[in-house]
């Protein structure tokens, strides 16, 4: 293929087996919404874990949702919906060509997106800190396991313990809510970063001047990637901070 | 290159098939190779790493085989049995047969019976045959490092425990990777044929090939993500203890059950719909025939993709899955069993009064329809619940399976093989040899699996490395069998061996075939046609004529490639 001489203009970026922009668009379009089903369906399996142990186990999903801070989860949201909007923005101002607003917003969005995790990590810090971790380490499963843990984790477990819960009976294997907390959240994390990653090189593109009304196909695939990432945050949220 | 296509098509007026630049001579050294984007090398990488997936399953089916000949086993010990077993089943479902016909053969005919250059994304394309390359290395590293014994279903509490050591954890990463590999391959072939179609070419003028494969991407998208979050999590689980699938931490072993059977059901229509596929075409042009019931047989495939999402349940009819999920389950079953039987019938119709040409693809196909016939309705034997109670976990499900993926998979994918040899190298195969080779590997087969239904229904429980000598007849025949049928496929693979060095030159339509693939020069040229062809329906055979032997078919409307 490279021995094609490129053709210039706005069909520079059309490749060999196009015969036009808008069918390379179209295909790229369909590609990409098959790409974000098979995402959900990814997820999906977690929702499922997610579902089937609610409904087994509701007392572990009372008690574990105490040890979440809706506050950073709904700051969070609030940050990943504002990102959601630039990234839509984004596009926008990729059609109509106007690269100042499209760096703005690209910016904009990958800014946001690093806020996101930022706040994620102090979450994520706090409850490794205290040894609310996964499955069969969370502290709170060991606290009746004789010799698992020292007396100065017992305390540390102990006294992190959110007020709410104190006078309730810890539930059996009470790690497993924090488990499906680790995994949807940290799943959903790594999507973040990716989607950062992708930010950044649509900002190295657009400072080359790549994108305008011809050819933003990549400005609003990662934008349509981004969306997902978002929504399954909107799932996530409530289904882990707020019903309890 | 533009001009070289020029003179291609010059040369092409006085001088056969030979001179042309094609696309495996279009560009030299194994950097061509690794770092093309056309989806025709794509394909023969694909071809050959999928040829040494089967060689080596193969090779472990052997041992296997010769292991049984005795009650109380003649070769190994038996964990290397349990190691065996469990290898033998991971390449051949995951490195083999589930890539096999839509990653080799789909990737090199796809684009070209749509009349386009390529894929949409011929860069996925080489990615996801990377990620199958690092996918299969990592199953070959299971082999050196502590080995896997736990089948190809990787149950827990078993797979999971502290001991299992690093192989499970390699089997996991690496079907993880492989499963990547799959939904990239799929999502590809849907967006091709969704947006990549001529204009000229609506849903229903496509051959039944695209359909297959169309319906096959369904399947990859959306079930093989589900297999992707099953395994990361029974990674983490082996890893940190999780306490999703490890009742010792509170998990629930039978929930793996669900979601690996969520993608393990479908994806037995991953392996079965492609080779349908081949059939559709091969049964048409070897019966010199339009297809009979062309909508029938294109709904039924995207019928059997959804409902093939709703029967998962009857691999755990004996899990302890409520009396109430286990009638569901059967019942639809029964019905998923019915768009298949439509198939069938709609093959035997278009053979019906049709003049039919007993050539090696078409061979196979006949063998495809009797395999197909009793690996389906041991199907349904086994999705009776009453029935299933009794055979589950016997050989009668190893027979029943075997039926199905070897009998049919493996010989549709060898029909399709042949069948597209002649464009894909640009040489004839000895028809005369090729032909014993499809019969041994047929009478092969059922003389392995025809007893293990027997053995079966005697009780006779599957992946054990002894019996009770009651059994010894039945094992010894499957075992002869196992031997007929590998030196079939040896003489097949020599036979193409030898055609690849001095077979004769294919025409560019050599079986007169209407559908675009075949109005390309054989091997095709680098963009696949230098001028679209005119699209007259993939099964109109009215516009073909025969010349000879040597040069094939033409059209009789004057355009010829
Ligand atoms: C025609 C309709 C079919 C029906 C009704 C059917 C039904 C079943 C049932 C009920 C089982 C579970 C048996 C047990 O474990 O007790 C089973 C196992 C199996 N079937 Fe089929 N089947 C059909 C077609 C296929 C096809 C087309 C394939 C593959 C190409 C296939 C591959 C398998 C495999 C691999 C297993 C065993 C998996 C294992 O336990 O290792 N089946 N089938
Ligand atoms: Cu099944």
């Given amino acids: 293929m490279s021995s094609h001489a490129k053709p210039s203009g706005d069909r520079r970026f059309l490749q060999v087996h196009f015969e036009t922009m808008g069918a390379q668009l179209a295909a790229s379009k369909s590609g990409m919404w098959l790409f974000l089903a098979s995402e959900l369906l990814f997820f999906g399996g977690l929702f499922t874990a997610y579902a089937v142990y609610r409904a087994n186990h509701p007392d572990m999903y009372h008690y574990g949702q105490y040890f979440l801070d809706w506050r950073m989860g709904a700051i969070n949201t609030a940050v990943l919906i504002s990102s959601s909007l630039s990234a839509a923005w984004s596009v926008r101002a990729a059609q109509l060509g106007d690269t100042k607003t499209l760096k703005a917003t690209l910016w904009l969005t990958l800014l946001l997106a690093g806020a996101f995790l930022v706040v994620k990590y102090f979450e994520y810090a706090h409850k490794i800190e205290a040894g609310y971790i996964w499955g069969g380490e969370h502290c709170v499963d060991n606290l009746k396991v004789a010799g698992k843990l020292t007396e100065h ?26 488990s499906i907390y680790f995994v949807m959240t940290g799943l959903h994390g790594l999507h973040v970063l990716i989607g950062m990653a992708l930010y950044v090189w649509l900002l190295r593109r657009a400072g080359r001047g790549d994108f305008g009304p011809k050819y933003f196909g990549p400005v609003d695939m990662v934008a349509l990637y981004w969306h997902i990432v978002d929504m399954i945050w909107i799932f996530l949220f409530p289904l882990l901070y707020l019903i309890g | 290159m533009v001009a070289a296509t ?112 390529d894929l949409a994304f011929p860069r996925l394309n080489l990615l996801s045959f990377y990620l199958y390359c690092i ?51 799929g999502l590809n072939f849907m967006a091709t044929v969704h947006s ?11 051959p039944l090939f695209l359909w297959a494969l169309f319906a096959t991407g369904i399947i990859q998208v959306v079930a093989t993500p589900v297999l992707g979050i099953t395994v990361a999590l029974g990674f983490l689980e082996r890893l940190f203890h999780l306490g999703i699938f490890m009742p010792e931490y509170g998990g629930d072993p039978v929930l793996f059950q669900h979601f690996f059977w969520f993608y393990s059901h479908p994806a037995v229509y991953v392996m079965i719909l492609p080779a349908m596929g081949i059939v559709s075409e091969v049964v048409s042009v070897f019966s010199r025939k339009p297809i009979f019931g ?20 009857h691999h755990m009819f004996t899990s302890g899955q409520s009396k109430w999920t286990n009638i569901i389950f059967s019942f639809l079953t029964f019905f998923v069993a019915v768009p298949s039987a439509i198939k069938v019938f709609n093959w035997l119709a278009t053979m019906y009064k049709g003049d039919i040409r007993l050539k090696t693809p078409m061979v196979y196909v006949l063998g495809f329809f009797g395999l197909f016939g009793v690996g389906g309705l041991t199907g349904i034997f086994l999705g009776s619940l009453a029935t299933d109670v009794a055979l589950h976990d016997t050989y009668f499900v190893v027979a029943h399976f075997h039926f199905v993926m070897v009998g049919s998979v493996l010989t549709a994918f060898l029909a399709g093989l042949h069948y597209w040899w002649p464009k894909i190298t640009g040489k004839m195969y000895d028809e005369r040899w090729a032909r014993v080779a499809a019969i041994l590997v047929m009478v092969g087969f059922f003389i392995t699996f025809l007893p293990q239904f027997l053995s079966g229904l005697q009780g006779m429980p599957r992946r054990y490395a002894t019996y009770l000598p009651e059994f010894k007849p ?19 693979a020599w036979v193409l061996w030898v055609s690849l060095r001095r077979g ?54 004057g355009w010829n490639p």
């Avoid at chain 1, 984790?153 to 309730?168: D, G």
């Avoid at chain 2, 990549?196 to 496509?206: C, E, I, S």
């Avoid at chain 2, 390309?520 to 007259?536: V, W």
């Fill in chain 2, 135 to 185: 996918g299969a290395v990592l199953f070959l590293g299971v082999l050196l490092a502590s080995g896997i014994d736990t089948g190809w279903t990787l149950y827990p509490p078993y797979s999971l425990e502290g001991s299992r050591g690093l192989g499970v954890l390699l089997a996991l990463t690496g079907t993880f990777i492989v499963g990547f590999s799959s939904i990239l391959t």
């Fill in chain 2, 6 to 117: 020029r003179t291609a098509e010059l040369h092409q007026g006085h001088e056969e098939t030979s001179t042309h630049d094609n696309y495996l001579t279009h560009a030299h050294g194994w950097r061509s190779w690794i770092f093309s984007l056309d989806h025709k090398r794509i394909g023969i990488m694909y071809l050959c790493a999928i040829l040494i997936s089967l060689l080596l399953g193969g090779v472990f089916a052997l041992v296997i085989r010769l292991h049984l000949w005795t009650p109380e086993g003649a070769l190994v010990s038996n964990h290397t049995y349990n190691n065996l077993f469990t290898l033998h089943g991971a390449v051949m479902i995951f490195l083999f047969i589930i890539p096999g016909i839509p990653a080799a053969l789909g990737n090199f005919v796809l684009p070209m019976q749509l009349g386009a250059k």
């Fill in chain 2, 474 to 492: 039945l094992h010894q025949l499957s075992t002869i069998g196992a031997i007929v049928l590998a030196s079939g496929m040896f003489l097949d």
């Fill in chain 2, 294 to 313: 062309y909508r029938f047989i294109a709904m039924s495939s995207i019928a059997i993709a959804v409902v093939g999402f709703l029967v998962w349940g």
């Fill in chain 1, 153 to 178: 984790q017992i305390e540390h477990c102990l006294s992190a313990l959110p007020p709410e819960v104190a006078h309730l009976p810890i539930p059996e294997h009470m790690g497993r809510f924090f």
């Fill in chain 2, 196 to 206: 990549m179609r001529p204009k000229a070419m609506g849903w229903f003028d496509m």
């Fill in chain 2, 504 to 557: 004769k030159a294919a025409p560019a339509n050599p079986w007169g075939a209407a559908s675009l693939e075949w109005a390309t020069p054989s091997p095709p040229t680098h963009h696949n046609f230098d001028e679209t062809p005119p699209i007259t329906g993939p099964y109109n055979y009215d516009v073909l004529e025969e010349v000879s032997e040597e040069a094939g078919w033409v059209r009789n409307d």
